[in-house]
C-alpha cells in the first residue's frame, strides 16, 4: 500500500486558532469512527466507502463490455447528470490529451436541456455509428431522460428496433425505475448502481468505470489507487496523519471563523472538470440546514488574469485549497533567443513546469499574505492510479466534514424545490393549481 496524496496546512496557521483546529480534528476522528461503523445520518447510503475493497476483482464485466462497444462503433454517447456524469468526464478529461487522434470519440448528452447542444449531436451522430450508455438510477430525471429518448428515437430511424439493443447499455439500479423496467424489455446490457451509493459518491460504480474503459484508460490502476487510499484513511482512525481528517478539521476550522468560500486551485487545465466533481459533491452534501462552506473553483494561471484581483485584496472570506501536481509527463523548456524584447531571457533554460511551480508558489505567498488561507494538496501526477487515490480521499473528506457540521451528507432535498416548479410550470398532470400560481408569479415580476 502506497499513498501518493499528502496535504500541507500551514498556510492556514495564521487564520485558525490551533486548539479549536485541535478540538474540531478530535471530533472529526470521531465522526469517522461513526461513518465506519454505519451509525451517524444516511448510514443507509454510506456503501461507497467499501467498494474499493471489491472493485478491483469486478472491472472484468466492464473492460469486457467496453470492448464490445469500441468494436462495433467509433463513437459512444454516455448520457447523465450531477453524479451520473461528473465523475467520468472528470477522470476523462484529467487523463485527455487534448490533441491526439482518438481510438473511440466519447461524447456527453443529458447534462443539460440546450436544444442546440443536442441538435448539433445528432448532426454530428447523423454521419456515425454510435453507442448508447445511458446512466440514471430513476430513469426519470428531467435532463437525461429527454436526451435518451431524443437518442433512442434518433438510433431507432437508423437501425431498426431489433438492431438498436446492442447498441445501448443502461447503467441504473437493480431492481426498480422506469430505466430497469426499460432495459429489461427492450434487452438492453445492464450495469447496476448500488442501492446504498449516491450519485456524487458512485465514480467507483460502473457509472465512472465504463465510460473511462471506453475512453482506453486503465480502469484496474483507478480502483488500486482508490483502494490503498481507503486502506489508508478509512481505517487509519487514530493517525494523526490521516489526510481525510486534517482536510475536513482545517476547513471547518476555518469555516468558524468565517471563511465561507473555499476555492479549488488548479494549475493544469486539465483538472477543470475534476473541480466541478469536487463542487457538486461538496456543494450537495454541506450545503443545507442553512449551514455549509461554498464550493468555488479557478484554473491558475488563467483565472489570474479574471479572478486574482478579487482572490488578493477582494471580501475576505474566502480560502483556497490547491491540487499541486509534482510532474508532468513531457519535458518542454523555453528556448533562448538573441532578441530579449519580450522580457523573459531570465526564463530561458527552464522547464515550463517550473515555471508553472514558481508561479504557484509565488501566488500563494502573495494570497496567504493578503489575508487568504491556503491549504495544500500534493499528488504526484495526473494518472488512474493518482486520481482514485486523490478522489476517494475527497468523498472520505466530505462525509467526515458533513458530520462536522451536523448535516446528512448523502441527501440533497433541496433539490426538489426547482424541479416541482420547473413540472407545473410545464403542465405534469397533478400540478395544475402550483401552476396558475407560479404563472400568475411570473407575470407579476415581468
Known amino acids: 500500500m502506497k499513498q501518493t496524496i ?16 485541535n478540538s474540531i480534528r478530535a471530533r472529526a476522528i470521531a465522526n469517522l469512527k461513526t461513518l465506519r461503523e454505519g451509525t451517524g445520518r444516511g448510514s443507509e447510503f454510506t456503501g461507497w466507502l467499501r467498494l474499493p475493497d471489491r472493485a478491483v476483482s469486478e472491472t472484468t464485466a466492464v473492460r469486457a463490455c467496453a470492448a464490445r462497444l469500441r468494436a ?31 481510438e473511440h470519440t466519447l461524447l ?13 449531436l445528432l448532426r454530428f451522430l447523423d454521419g456515425t455509428e454510435y453507442n448508447i450508455v445511458v446512466i440514471s438510477k430513476s430513469g426519470t430525471t428531467t435532463e437525461p431522460a429527454i436526451a435518451f429518448r431524443v437518442l433512442r428515437d434518433h438510433m431507432r430511424n437508423k437501425l431498426g428496433t431489433a438492431a438498436m439493443k446492442s447498441y445501448i447499455v443502461a447503467i441504473t439500479d437493480a431492481r426498480r425505475g422506469a430505466l430497469h423496467d426499460l432495459a429489461v424489455s427492450e434487452g438492453y446490457e445492464t450495469f447496476v448502481i448500488p442501492d446504498d451509493v449516491g450519485g456524487r459518491y458512485s465514480v467507483l460504480t460502473p457509472a465512472g468505470m465504463l465510460p473511462l ?3 482506453g484508460y486503465h480502469i484496474d490502476a483507478f480502483a488500486r489507487g482508490m483502494l490503498d487510499m481507503a486502506l489508508s484513511v478509512r481505517e487509519g482512525n487514530d493517525n494523526p496523519e490521516n489526510i481525510a481528517v486534517t482536510y475536513a478539521a482545517a476547513r471547518n476550522a476555518l469555516y468558524g471563523r468565517g471563511y465561507s468560500t473555499e476555492i479549488l486551485v488548479s494549475y493544469e487545465p486539465s483538472l477543470v472538470f475534476l473541480a466541478e466533481w469536487w463542487k457538486q459533491l461538496y456543494g450537495e452534501s454541506e ?16 483565472d489570474l488574469h479574471s479572478m486574482g484581483q478579487y482572490i488578493q485584496q477582494g471580501e475576505r472570506k474566502l480560502f483556497e485549497t490547491v491540487i499541486h501536481v509534482a510532474d508532468s509527463y513531457h519535458r518542454l523548456v523555453v528556448p533562448g533567443a538573441t532578441d530579449n524584447s519580450d522580457g523573459i531571457g531570465f526564463i530561458a533554460g527552464k522547464r515550463m513546469t517550473e515555471v508553472n511551480h514558481k508561479a504557484e508558489d509565488g501566488t500563494r505567498i502573495a494570497h496567504i499574505d493578503g ?3 491556503v491549504i495544500v494538496v500534493s499528488m504526484e501526477r495526473i494518472d488512474e492510479y493518482n486520481l482514485g487515490q486523490l478522489m476517494y480521499f475527497f468523498e472520505l473528506a466530505c462525509a467526515i466534514s458533513g458530520y462536522i457540521l451536523g448535516v446528512n451528507p448523502f441527501d440533497q432535498p433541496g433539490v426538489e424545490s426547482y424541479k416541482k416548479n420547473m413540472f407545473a410550470l410545464l403542465g405534469k398532470p397533478g400540478f ?3 401552476r396558475a400560481r407560479l404563472e400568475q ?6
Open 6 to 21: 499528502s496535504i500541507n496546512i500551514k498556510g492556514i496557521s495564521s487564520f485558525a486558532d490551533s486548539s479549536a483546529l
Open 441 to 446: 408569479d411570473l407575470r407579476d415580476k415581468e
Open 213 to 215: 474503459a471506453l475512453a
Open 287 to 302: 450545503g443545507k440546514e442553512g449551514k455549509g462552506i461554498f464550493p468555488a473553483s479557478v484554473s491558475f494561471t488563467t
Open 432 to 434: 395544475e393549481s402550483e
Open 72 to 102: 462495433q462503433a467509433p463513437v459512444t454517447v454516455v448520457v447523465g447528470i450531477g453524479g451520473s456524469y461528473l465523475g467520468s468526464r472528470a477522470l476523462i478529461e484529467a487523463l485527455n490529451d487534448p490533441f491526439a487522434p482518438k
Open 371 to 373: 489575508g487568504v488561507p
Open 108 to 120: 456527453f448528452a443529458g447534462h443539460t436541456l440546450s436544444e442546440d447542444y443536442h441538435a448539433a
